[in-house]
C-alpha cells in the first residue's frame, strides 16, 4: 500500500490532493506540532485584484501547541471567509455547486481546528472522486520524531511506500526507509494552467479555486505529467 502523510491544512492547493490521489491510505498528521508564525494550516490563498490573497482563519495560540489542539479564536471568520468567496468566484462556471458543497462545510459545529480541516479535505477529496482512505495520526499513538515518526506511522498502517513532497528531502533519511523495508517515492507537484475568472493564471490558489472554475473535471489536474512522476529515491 502507498502512504501519504501531511498536516491537515485549510482548503490546500491541488498539489496537496494530488499526492492523496496517488496514495492508498493518507493521513492527517495532526499530532504535529502548529508552525510558528504563518500557516499553510489556518490560511489559504484564494484569487484576487491579479493575484493571491491570504484568506486566514484565526486561531488561539499557545507555546508547543498541537495542531489537534488549536481551537478557534472566534467564529465570524466563517461568515467572513464565505462573503470573501462569494465577491471573487460569483461570475465561475460552478459556483453555486461548489457553493451548495461548501456551506456545510463552513456550518460545522467545532472550535478544533484540525477537525474542521480533517473533514472539509476529505469532503472535498470525495468530490473530487479521490478513493484514499483517511486515517489520523494522533489515534496511532506514535511518539517518535522526524522521518522516524513517518516510518512509524507508515508501518503502522501496513504500507509498503510512502510517497513523500519534494520538501521532505530536507529531513528525510534514505537509508532510514530501506532498513525499515519501505520504498521511498518523492514527488514533484507542479500546477498547470487552466481558466480561472480574470485573464492570466495564477499558480499555487486554494482548492477551491479550481473547483469554482472547473468543478468535478478540477480532478484532472492531479494527475502528474511525464517528467513529474513519483520515482523512488
Not at 75 to 100: C, I, K, N, S
Request: glycine share 8%; hydrophobic share 40%.
Amino acid at each position: 500500500m502507498k502512504i501519504a502523510i501531511h498536516q491537515p491544512n485549510y482548503f490546500p492547493w491541488l498539489g496537496y490532493f494530488a499526492k492523496m490521489a496517488q496514495s492508498d491510505v493518507f493521513i492527517f498528521l495532526d499530532d504535529a506540532q502548529l508552525p510558528q508564525g504563518r500557516s499553510y494550516v489556518h490560511r489559504t490563498r484564494i484569487l484576487a485584484d491579479g493575484g493571491g490573497f491570504w484568506m486566514s482563519a484565526p486561531v488561539r495560540r499557545e507555546r508547543l501547541q498541537a495542531i489537534r489542539d488549536v481551537r478557534f479564536a472566534e467564529d465570524g471568520w466563517r461568515r467572513r471567509h464565505r462573503a470573501m468567496l462569494f465577491h471573487t468566484y460569483r461570475q465561475a462556471p460552478f459556483f453555486e455547486p461548489v457553493m451548495a458543497l461548501l456551506d456545510p462545510l463552513f456550518s460545522l459545529e467545532t472550535d478544533s481546528l484540525s477537525r474542521f480541516n480533517m473533514h472539509a479535505v476529505s469532503r472535498l477529496a470525495d468530490y473530487l472522486d479521490i478513493p484514499c482512505r483517511c486515517e489520523v495520526a494522533s489515534s496511532y499513538g506514535v511518539t517518535s520524531s522526524s522521518d522516524d515518526r513517518l516510518i512509524d506511522l507508515v508501518r503502522a498502517v501496513g504500507g509498503a511506500v510512502y510517497i513523500s513532497g519534494e520538501g521532505g528531502q530536507n529531513y528525510q533519511h534514505i537509508g532510514k526507509f530501506e532498513a525499515a523495508g519501505i520504498e521511498l517515492r518523492v514527488c514533484s507537484y507542479k500546477p498547470r494552467p487552466y481558466p480561472q475568472v480574470q485573464n492570466g493564471f495564477v499558480a499555487g490558489l486554494s482548492v477551491l479555486d479550481a473547483l469554482f472554475n472547473l468543478g468535478p473535471d478540477a480532478r484532472h489536474q492531479l494527475t502528474y505529467a511525464a517528467e513529474e512522476t513519483c520515482p523512488s529515491v
